[in-house]
């Protein structure tokens, strides 16, 4: 009995082995599995897209934001309030926003939709809804664009009253 499961975790372990590739030198046991990996997934190339050995692409489109961050200062319970931030594209292409998105649900924001020629202004309109929200509150927007770096952060900061802070004295 003995030797019969001997024998069978023998040829068991036999087996498993016989359709492994041999691998030669320090890559390890993953590299054959890694540029099986790549081969199936090729890389698209996107010009806009810079990894650490290729320069930036100098006619990439650039998103100056006007301000980068805006305080609302105290904002009154349940209310919507809005800011306009200001943009040019310093950049030798048309910029297009792809997405924005907000940190949080109360913070919608909207955008120029049309692409925005090299030496224009576009805007991107943050509103944020304080109900339900009370003290200080720090939103961020990431904005993804076709730009180099793909992503440019703005914030909005405020205080949030509470509904005691707001009754006359």
């Given at each position: 009995?003995?030797?019969?499961?001997?024998?069978a975790?023998?040829?068991?372990?036999a087996?498993?082995n016989?359709?492994?590739?041999?691998?030669?030198?320090?890559e390890?046991?993953?590299?054959?599995?890694?540029a099986?990996s790549?081969?199936?997934?090729?890389?698209?190339?996107?010009?806009?897209?810079?990894?650490e050995?290729?320069?930036p692409?100098?006619?990439?489109?650039?998103m100056?934001f006007?301000?980068?961050?805006?305080d609302f200062g105290?904002?009154?319970?349940?209310?919507?309030?809005?800011?306009?931030?200001t943009?040019?594209?310093?950049?030798k292409?048309?910029?297009l926003?792809?997405?924005?998105?907000?940190s949080?649900g109360?913070?919608?924001p909207?955008?120029t939709?049309?692409p925005?020629?090299?030496?224009?202004?576009?805007?991107?309109?943050?509103?944020?809804?304080?109900?339900?929200k009370?003290?200080?509150?720090?939103?961020?927007v990431?904005v993804r664009?076709?730009?180099?770096?793909?992503?440019s952060?703005?914030?909005?900061?405020?205080?949030?009253?509470?509904?005691?802070?707001?009754?006359?004295?």
């Open positions: 009995m003995k030797y019969q499961i001997l024998l975790a023998t040829l068991l372990l087996a498993c016989n359709d492994k590739k041999a691998e030669v030198g320090t390890g046991m993953n590299a054959a599995a890694t099986e790549d081969a199936a997934n090729p890389t698209i190339d996107n010009p806009n897209v810079v990894n050995s290729e320069a692409n100098p006619n990439a489109p650039v100056k006007a301000e980068a961050e805006f105290d904002i009154q319970p349940n209310t919507k309030v809005r800011h306009t931030f943009f040019t594209n310093t950049g292409s048309a910029l926003i792809e997405d924005a998105t907000a949080c109360c913070t919608t909207s955008w939709k049309e925005i020629a090299p030496g224009a202004e576009g805007k991107m309109e943050v509103q944020f809804d304080s109900q339900g009370q003290g200080i509150i720090n939103k961020q990431a664009a076709n730009t180099q770096p793909s992503i952060t703005i914030v909005i900061k405020g205080n949030v009253l509470t509904d005691d802070a707001k009754k006359p004295l």
